[in-house]
């Protein structure tokens, strides 16, 4: 039940992400939006991955009104999202683009809360053994929701219009709720009552390192999603439907990436697998540079995403390595904020790059990113990189 739970719930945050880094685009797009607004649009909306920050710090100290450190923000973050989802096809981006984006960051933090919290929740309740499984299922999650809300998207659309869509994204949002009102919260043992020493953990090598390979990597993988569709879309001309049916391949290929990358880390340890994830990425995105017709696109978009199911189960799965317990949602929280300043990057990065060089140099230009990732590993895992290692910052 508890791992059905966050599944469901990355499911949720997978569908609304999903719109945002792929989908989006085409849809500010159909109303003469340019890729250098859109691009400052996604970096704007996608804020609150930095700040929830100190909504894991809210979480680690605070019982809401008795009903729990996790559950009842998960809650109200999933009824915030679904409420943004609600108001924001009554607004015209093309008249009123300040206030969309502003209603896409509040529904943004809405994801933003209930998602430090289910990484609380998981860490205050996986063996270390498990670390890779359970970040595999929490991927394969959020990518089953991208491939639904893909392949919705399209189909919504073309047949009826973009309401529908946002309205499918707000009842996908709700399908966790009664999940976790059933599931139990397990009380804090002693321990790990939150201090404000366990933050001097940010200041080891090991744990910069780690953040810096969390920015590298979502730069290259936000900053490549965003593109993919909107380069098919002006080279060859794809319809909607078709650009939410390349999304959908790319989506189950990061349901395969996740449970296979979550399994196989746990078999072969982070620091192997880290840099197994980095070198598929940057020989992916370097291939889709060169796609020349629609039907290449499809076998590169699921290996890309495959390579990026792999990297983000292997990036979490490290990270809940280094978590010291003490101050659990807020660690992996700064941990992954970090890691989405990369994806804010990515994205005003590569829809200002790609107005300026093209799609082509600016895919060029994130894959050989990637190389700046590998002489972080000796950083991050020391002389054990090359070995099966673990464990978590407390132990």
């Not at 945002?20 to 691009?39: C, E, Q």
């Not at 060169?290 to 979490?316: D, H, K, Q, R």
């Not at 600016?362 to 099966?388: E, H, M, W, Y």
Request: hydrophobic share 55%.
């Amino acid at each position: 039940m508890r791992y059905a739970t966050f599944s469901m719930l990355y499911f949720a945050q997978g569908s609304i992400l999903g719109y945002f880094t792929a989908l989006n685009a085409i849809y500010l797009r159909s109303f003469g939006i340019s890729m250098s607004h859109i691009g400052i649009f996604s970096a704007v909306a996608l804020m609150p991955l930095i700040l929830k920050i100190f909504l894991g710090m809210l979480s680690d100290r605070i019982n809401l009104f008795g009903l729990g450190f996790r559950k009842p923000y998960i809650i109200l973050g999933l009824l915030i999202q679904a409420g943004g989802q609600l108001v924001f096809p009554l607004i015209n981006p093309a008249e009123s683009f300040v206030l969309l984006t502003m209603v896409a960051f509040l529904s943004l933090t809405g994801m933003a809360m209930y998602d430090t919290c289910t990484d609380g929740f998981a860490l205050d309740t996986t063996p270390e053994e498990d670390e890779g499984t359970v970040q595999g299922i929490m991927v394969a999650g959020r990518a089953l929701g991208i491939v639904l809300i893909s392949a919705t998207v399209g189909l919504l659309s073309e047949l009826a219009n973009w309401d529908a869509v946002f309205i499918s994204l707000a009842v996908m949002t709700l399908i966790p709720v009664p999940m976790v009102l059933i599931l139990k919260e397990p009380s804090r043992p002693p321990g790990r009552t939150f201090e404000w020493a366990a933050f001097r953990a940010f200041g080891k090598k090991p744990i910069v390192a780690l953040g810096l390979l969390g920015v590298l990597g979502f730069i290259v993988a936000s900053g490549t999603n965003q593109l993919i569709n909107p380069f098919l879309q002006e080279t060859f001309g794809i319809s909607y439907m078709m650009a939410g049916f390349y999304a959908a391949v790319w989506g189950l290929g990061v349901i395969m990436g996740g449970l296979s990358g979550g399994k196989l880390t746990d078999k072969i340890g982070h620091p192997r697998s880290v840099k197994g994830a980095v070198i598929a990425a940057m020989m992916t995105v370097f291939l889709i540079a060169f796609i020349s017709n629609p039907l290449l696109a499809w076998p590169l978009i699921f290996l890309f995403g495959l390579s990026y199911g792999y990297f983000e189960t292997v990036y979490f799965a490290a990270s809940m390595g280094k978590t010291d317990m003490r101050i659990a949602a807020s660690m992996f929280a700064i941990l992954m904020a970090v890691a989405n300043i990369g994806s804010g990057i990515g994205l005003a990065g590569g829809g200002f790059l790609s107005d300026e060089i093209g799609y082509q140099w600016t895919f060029i230009l994130f894959s050989l990113l990637n190389l700046l990732a590998l002489p972080l590993l000796r950083v991050i895992f020391g002389r054990q990189a090359d070995k099966r290692t673990t464990g978590r910052a407390d132990k």
